[in-house]
C-alpha cells in the first residue's frame, strides 16, 4: 500500500539514503500515551502513561513521531465503548492524525524517514507521541501539505468525499440538502460541492441570533448556497424556497436522526436518497411510509471505516487523497477552525470536545 | 405492447377472423359501473350507475368485459383520497382484475374477441361489467389461465416477484424475513421463494392460539420454512433461531411499520436490505442509526404502479407475467383464499374488504 502511495505522491528516491539518519537519537525513546483501561465516560477513563520504545525495529516496521491528532465524535464514542468496533484494552486512543516518518526498517520500499503519513485504519492510535507501526498501516502524504489538514483529513473531508460521490450521479447544478451543516463533515460538503458545481442547502440547529447570523456568514463564505435552521425546515417558508430551485434536492446527509432526519426525507425529490452518516440527536431516522413507497426515496448509512477497509489496496481511495491534498494545497479546502491542546491537557481537551456547540475541532498537537 | 405480449403468449393469428363476431350483441350495450365522484369513506362514496356505451368502436380500441376484479388496499387508499396517484373524478374505481375482450375495432391487431386480458395501468377501472379501452392499455395473458389467478396476478404476486428479484442478488440456501406474512404479497412471497429455493422466516400479527395454528399451517402448507409471530421476534428466541441459518437474513419485505419495521431490521445482516411495500400499523419506519451507518442496512419501497409505468414497453414485466402464468398453470402458484361478491352487493363486500383478520381477499365476481 505504502509502495503504491509513494508512486501517487510523486514518492523521492533519493531518500533512501537518508534512511538510518535518526538512529542515535531514536534510541531508548519514550512515547507519552493517551490510552484507556476500561470502556465508559471519558473524563474518567482516558489517562496518560509514558512507554519505552523497543530498541529494535522489525525490518517491515516504521517509527512514526506523531504531530497532530484531532479528537473526532468516533473517538468519545469508541471510549465509551459504543462504537461498532472496539480496539482489544488497554488501547491507545486516537483515529486519526498526521505523524512523520522518524526511522525505518531495513525492508521498507515505499518510506522514508521525514515522510508525512496517517494511519490506513480506524483504531491505529494516533494520541501518542511516536509509535512503531508497519509500513502496510500507513499511508503517504505529499511533504508540503498542510499538518493541520492532514491531521484532519482522513475522517470528514472523505466521509464528505464519498458521501457526494458514492450514491447519486450528481450534475453540476443539482442541489443536495443537508443537516448538521456545520459539522466537520458538513463543512467538507460545503467546500467539495462549491468545486463541484453542486448547490447546497445547509441546515444547523436553531441557536441564538448573533451566533447564527456569525455562522451563516461562515458558512456562506465557504460556498454554501443556502443556510437555515431546523425552525425555518418545519415552515411552509422552506417549500417556497426550494421552489427557487429548478431540480429538487437528489441527496440528502443526516447526522441528526429524529424530526431532523424526517425533515430532510420530506424535502427530498422523488427517488431521492438520505445518507446517514451520525445520530446527533440519539433518535432513530424515522421515514414516513408513503415517502418510501411512493416517492421512493433510498435510506442508507456511510461509515469511512468501513468503505476503507473495502478499498485499502484500492485506487479510489488514493484517488480521493490525491483529490484532497491537491484542494488543500490550491487553498480550495480549508481545515475546520481547531483548537489545540498538548497530550498533558489532555482532560481539558476531553472536556472541551464533548460539549455542545464548540467553537472547533479540538486537537492534540505533539510538538 | 399488446402485439409484443401477444407474441410472448402465442397470439393466434387465425383469431383475426373471429374479430366481428360479438358486433351484434354488444350493439346498445350498458355497463354496470362501481364509481365515487368525491373522495372520503368508500361505504359512504362508493356508488353504482348503469353506463350506456357508445355504439361506435374507435379503430385502435377494444371492449372488454370484466369477469372477476379483487378489492385491494390500495383501492381503499385510493378511494379514501389517500393514495398517492387520483384519477380525475368522477371515477370507476378497482386498480386490478381480468376481462375478456368482447369486441375489437378495425386497427386492432393485437387482440382477438376472447382474448383474455389484465390492465397495463393503474386507475383503470376494472369494477364494472364493460369497459371500452386502448389496445395499448392491456396486456393478454394465455387463454388457459385461471381466471382467479389471472384477476388477482397483477398487484400483489408482481411486487412479490420484483421484491425477490430486484434489491438483492439471492442466491439458493440465502434466507429472507417478512412481516404480514399472510398479506396477498406474503403468501405471494412464500410461493416463489420456494421455487427459486430461498427460504423464508415469516412474521403474523399475534392472533388467538387455534388461528395461529391455523395460519402457521396454512402458510408452512404454501411453502414457509418458519412462521412466527411478532410477539416472538422480540424474544431472544428469534435470535436464537436464526442461528440455526448459516448466513443472517439478506433481504427484509416490510408491510406493517413502526416497531415490526424496527424488528425486521434488527435481524438483518450486514448490508441487508428492508423493501417497504405497505404500512398497515400506520406508523412511520424506525430505523437505529446504527443499523444504518455500521450495519449498512438499506431502506427503500417498491411501488407497483411506479415500476409498471417505468417498464410499461419492457421485456422484463411480459417475462415477469410469463413466469407467474407458468407457474399457475402447474399448480405451483396458487392464488390467495377468496370470498366473492357481485357488483349489486358492493357495499357488504367494501365492509368486508375493510374489516381486519378477513379470511380471504374480497373479488367482485361479474358474470
Not at 65 to 78: C, G, L
Not at 82 to 107: H, I, R, S, W
Not at 230 to 253: C, G, I, N, W
Request: glycine share 8%.
Amino acid at each position: 500500500m505504502a509502495a503504491l502511495v509513494a508512486r501517487v505522491f510523486k514518492g523521492k528516491a533519493f531518500q533512501t539514503v537518508l534512511r538510518r539518519n535518526f538512529l542515535i537519537i531514536l534510541r531508548n525513546l519514550s512515547s507519552s500515551q493517551l490510552y484507556v483501561e476500561n470502556f465508559g465516560d471519558p473524563s474518567l477513563t482516558l489517562k496518560k502513561k509514558m512507554y519505552e520504545l523497543p530498541s529494535s525495529l522489525g525490518p517491515k516496521e516504521v517509527i512514526v513521531q506523531m504531530i497532530m491528532a484531532p479528537i473526532n465524535p468516533s473517538d468519545v464514542n469508541m471510549m465509551e465503548g459504543t462504537y461498532f468496533v472496539q480496539p482489544p484494552l488497554p488501547a491507545v486512543m486516537g483515529n486519526e492524525g498526521v505523524g512523520k516518518v522518524a526511522k525505518v526498517g531495513d525492508e521498507v520500499r515505499g518510506l522514508n524517514v521525514g515522510d508525512i503519513i496517517i494511519p490506513s485504519d480506524t483504531a491505529w492510535g494516533t494520541w501518542q507521541t511516536f509509535k512503531i507501526t508497519s509500513e502496510e498501516d500507513v499511508i503517504k502524504l505529499p511533504a508540503d501539505i498542510s499538518l493541520l489538514s492532514a491531521a484532519t483529513i482522513s475522517v470528514n473531508p472523505c466521509t464528505a468525499y464519498r458521501m457526494l460521490k458514492d450514491y447519486v450521479d450528481l450534475k453540476p447544478g443539482d442541489v443536495i440538502l443537508q443537516n448538521g451543516a456545520n459539522s466537520g463533515v458538513g463543512v467538507s460538503v460545503i467546500q467539495l460541492a462549491r468545486e463541484w458545481n453542486i448547490r447546497t442547502i445547509n441546515i444547523v440547529r436553531d441557536r441564538p441570533d448573533f451566533e447564527k447570523l456569525k455562522l451563516k456568514h461562515s458558512l456562506t463564505k465557504l460556498g454554501a448556497d443556502i443556510v437555515v435552521t431546523e425552525e425555518f425546515v418545519r415552515t411552509p417558508q422552506m417549500k417556497d424556497l426550494l421552489k427557487t430551485y429548478t431540480s429538487k434536492p437528489k441527496l440528502a446527509f443526516n447526522c441528526v436522526g429524529g424530526q431532523s432526519a424526517t425533515e430532510l426525507i420530506r424535502h427530498l425529490g422523488q427517488r431521492g436518497v438520505m445518507v446517514t452518516y451520525g445520530g446527533m440527536s440519539k433518535r432513530p431516522v424515522m421515514a414516513p411510509t408513503g415517502a418510501l413507497i411512493f416517492k421512493e426515496v433510498v435510506l442508507c448509512g456511510y461509515w469511512n471505516t468501513s468503505w476503507n477497509r473495502r478499498h485499502k489496496n484500492d485506487i479510489n481511495r488514493l484517488t480521493m487523497l490525491s483529490d484532497l491534498c491537491n484542494l488543500i494545497k490550491s487553498s480550495k479546502f480549508e481545515p475546520p477552525p481547531c483548537e489545540f491542546y498538548s497530550l498533558d491537557d489532555y482532560k481539558s481537551a476531553i472536556e472541551k470536545a464533548t460539549e455542545g456547540f464548540k467553537g472547533g475541532k479540538v486537537v492534540f498537537k505533539m510538538e
